[in-house]
């Protein structure tokens, strides 16, 4: 369903009305509103497997670094500082697997991947395989804002974060005893990454801002046990991280090569698009002609929004794509029409959400809202 903003003239109406287009809102969309999307992995998060301390722990967590967001975004700020801010808490908090409390490489060391992406004019940085950087979203971020390219990797990326004067941490930073005891059984079983269940704490975060503007971003310590610099989706944009002011912005996390395959985030994006857009053709056949066969009116793309249902819809459509590959994990959505959601394939997500309009939870599990 297409929802149809009063941005109409008085004749747009007039003929549209007349043209029995079914107009289900026909309030103005508030310049001032805002949503977010937060995410700290998926996986097999399900209830006995966490001590309610852990529970309340996780869900402070999330909640503070949802509010960190949405009061950039209430004050006015733009997206991308609301998702700079939330990533960068989360990437402080040890209970995620980004900054500290990063997972092992096979070889005991800690490589970060970080990708973030601007809507409003698709400029994008990421970086693999940091190994220094305390904030890696924020070395992704100075990758797109100060640098020609898009996407730096290893050494380099060391290197330039040196160069652009972000805070450097030694390995000892970013561990955690609980990741320490992860990668030893890791080792201990020879077991490959693919294999593991460590995986998730992924962080990531997706926004739209009063001027309309989308963002999105991710920032992970990759797979417990990961070897031979392997990447996953994370930074790779399309893959991990997308965000288009003409159809949405999504973060990844779950099994990072099933999402790069299937370009998971980019395909959402593009469906959302092609979906708006098939949309708005819909209502402009039904626009009368004059009698050269010229339309009355053109509609233009700013007069609709797609419904929440039609982008969860294709979001669960991708997500089953991936699920019938083999892969696991989930993404969260945020949409120029204001909207903010999830959808995931595994029992849990680490999630929240919040709006202008007075929405904001933290849930866990998948029967949650
Ligand atoms: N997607 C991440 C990776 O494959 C891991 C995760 O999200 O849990 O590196």
Request: with cysteine; proline share 3%.
């Amino acid at each position: 369903m297409i929802r149809f903003l009063m941005r109409l003239t008085g004749l747009a109406m007039l003929i549209l009305a007349s043209a029995s287009v079914a107009l289900a809102e026909t309030e103005a969309k508030d310049d001032s509103s805002w949503s977010i999307a937060i995410h700290g992995g998926a996986g097999t998060i399900n209830r006995d497997k966490i001590t309610p301390e852990k529970d309340a722990e996780i869900r402070a967590a999330l909640s503070k670094a949802l509010e960190a967001g949405s009061k950039i975004l209430k004050e006015g700020g733009s997206s991308m500082d609301a998702i700079t801010a939330t990533i960068t808490l989360l990437e402080n908090d040890p209970n995620f697997n980004a900054g500290k409390g990063a997972v092992y490489t096979w070889d005991k060391t800690n490589e970060l991947d970080s990708s973030i992406m601007d809507g409003s004019d698709l400029s994008a940085g990421a970086v693999a395989g940091v190994t220094a950087t305390k904030n890696p979203i924020l070395l992704a971020r100075a990758v797109k804002d100060k640098s020609p390219h898009v996407m730096l990797s290893g050494k380099g990326a060391d290197q330039f974060s040196r160069e652009q004067g972000l805070e450097q941490v030694t390995a000892d930073y970013y561990a955690t005893p609980r990741r320490l005891q992860q990668i030893e059984e890791v080792l201990a079983k020879q077991v490959s990454a693919a294999d593991v269940d460590y995986k998730f704490g992924t962080v990531g975060a997706v926004a739209m801002d009063s001027k309309g503007n989308m963002a999105a971003g991710t920032s992970t310590g990759g797979m417990t046990g990961k070897r031979w610099g392997r990447i996953g989706d994370s930074p790779v944009i399309g893959a991990g991280t997308y965000a288009d002011n003409r159809s949405c912005a999504i973060s990844a996390t779950g099994s990072g090569e099933y999402f790069i395959r299937l370009g998971v985030t980019h395909e959402i994006c593009t469906r959302v698009r092609m979906r708006f857009f098939a949309a708005r053709d819909e209502v402009q056949a039904t626009v009368p002609k004059d009698k050269d066969g010229v339309p009355e009116y053109y509609v233009h793309a700013s007069e609709f929004s797609l419904e929440e249902s039609d982008v969860q819809k294709i979001a669960d459509d991708v997500i089953a794509e991936l699920g019938e590959l083999g892969g696991t994990g989930g993404i969260i959505f945020a949409t120029p029409w204001g909207q903010a959601g999830y959808s995931f394939n595994t029992p849990g997500m680490y999630r929240g959400r919040a709006n202008s309009e007075g929405q904001q939870s933290v849930s866990i599990y998948g029967d949650e809202e």
